[in-house]
Nanobody, 123 residues
Framework: QVQLVESGGGLVQAGGSLRLSCVAS????????MGWFRQVPGQEREFVAA????????YYADSVKGRFTISRDNAKNGVYVQMNSLKPEDTAVYYC????????????????WGQGTQVTVSS
């Protein structure tokens, strides 16, 4: 059983930056694939980024490539996403996720989800 708790969301101006953090419980955290999804009210959850268990592989949605960077620190049971050059269309609730199936871009492939943290980007 894994519990994920996100933090770091807030209000930021367009062009600004935020760093989201996720802390996970569970003794096998270091072996999990981790990632981030986001959701705008009334829309489906959208894949943002994912990272392999050892951090060697990272994957990004086209919409965030070059702006977002996912990382993890297994010693701290943490996964992070640095979000730069934020745009109003990045406004969403961001969810930390863990343990994907074969297709990490689909929300149904992830077993564990955090409660979400709100990111609002103003123009």
């Amino acid at each position: 059983q894994v519990q994920l708790v996100e933090s770091g969301g807030g209000l930021v101006q367009a062009g600004g930056s935020l760093r989201l953090s996720c802390v996970a419980s569970g003794r096998t955290f270091s072996s999990y694939r981790m990632g981030w999804f986001r959701q705008v009210p009334g829309q489906e959850r959208e894949f943002v980024a994912a990272i392999s268990w050892n951090g060697d592989g990272t994957y990004y949605a086209d919409s965030v490539k070059g702006r977002f960077t996912i990382s993890r620190d297994n010693a701290k049971n943490g996964v992070y996403v640095q979000m730069n050059s934020l745009k109003p269309e990045d406004t969403a609730v961001y969810y930390c996720v863990a343990e994907s199936g074969s297709d990490y871009r689909h929300q149904n492939s992830w077993y564990y989800w955090g409660q979400g943290t709100q990111v609002t980007v103003s123009s």
